[in-house]
Antibody, heavy 120, light 107 residues
């Protein structure tokens, strides 16, 4: 059974940093592209970042470019996002999501989400 | 960025009704369109990918159609467990973008 488990969320002050992790199991982690998607309280879904299976290709939403860094450790079956210079508008539940299959950016598997709150 | 316009933003229907949600892209996205269902407090779940392909395990009352800029998501016979918010999402161009969501309620 495919499982994705996020961790690392919490309360952080504006300008602060946080690192989220996503542990994958039940599949060959190194074979799949991964993404971070977020959802502000009471709002819709927003794609944040993409990383290819090898980690060689990375994309970001403009709203986080230059502040967030996505990475993965295939040996540890883990996905990360380092979030710096956090703003109030980054407050959201952050989900990691796995593509259904290579080449189709349909996210067939999601973690349960981890809440990041940016507030003083 | 490609804008995805979903309508309606909310919908109230009775059990057994046929429900239709539309999603319009601001430019041609071929069939690179997915539909998700999100129940309160839960992560989204994939229902339809590539505009019309039903994800494994999803009930056949759900369907999708369309290509180019106009897409339709249909529930053929609404069930109580279908109460959720539904999102379309395009992946033709980065950044991947979602519609604003359609909140479906039982009348």
């Amino acid at each position: 059974e495919v499982q994705l488990v996020e961790s690392g969320g919490g309360l952080v002050q504006p300008g602060g940093s946080l690192r989220l992790s996503c542990a994958g199991s039940g599949f060959i982690f190194s074979s799949y592209e991964m993404n971070w998607v977020r959802q502000a309280p009471g709002k819709g879904l927003e794609w944040v970042s993409y990383i290819s299976s090898s980690g060689s290709t990375i994309y970001y939403a403009d709203s986080v470019k230059g502040r967030f860094t996505i990475s993965r450790d295939n040996a540890k079956n883990s996905l990360y996002v380092q979030m710096n210079s956090l703003r109030a508008e980054d407050t959201a539940v952050y989900y990691c999501a796995r593509v259904l299959t290579r080449g189709i950016a349909a996210w067939g598997y999601w973690g349960q989400g981890t809440l990041v709150t940016v507030s003083s | 960025d490609i804008q995805m316009t979903q309508s309606p933003s909310s919908l109230s229907a009775s059990v057994g009704d046929r429900v239709t949600i539309t999603c319009q892209a601001s430019q041609d996205i071929s069939n690179y369109l997915n539909w998700y269902q999100q129940k309160p407090g839960k992560a989204p779940g994939l229902l339809i990918y590539d505009a019309s392909n039903l994800e494994t395990g999803v009930p056949s009352r759900f369907s999708g159609s369309g290509s180019g800029t106009n897409f339709t998501f249909t529930i053929s016979s609404l069930q109580p467990e279908d109460i959720a918010t539904y999102y379309c999402q395009q992946y033709d161009n980065l950044p991947y973008t979602f519609g604003q969501g359609t909140k479906l309620e039982i009348k």
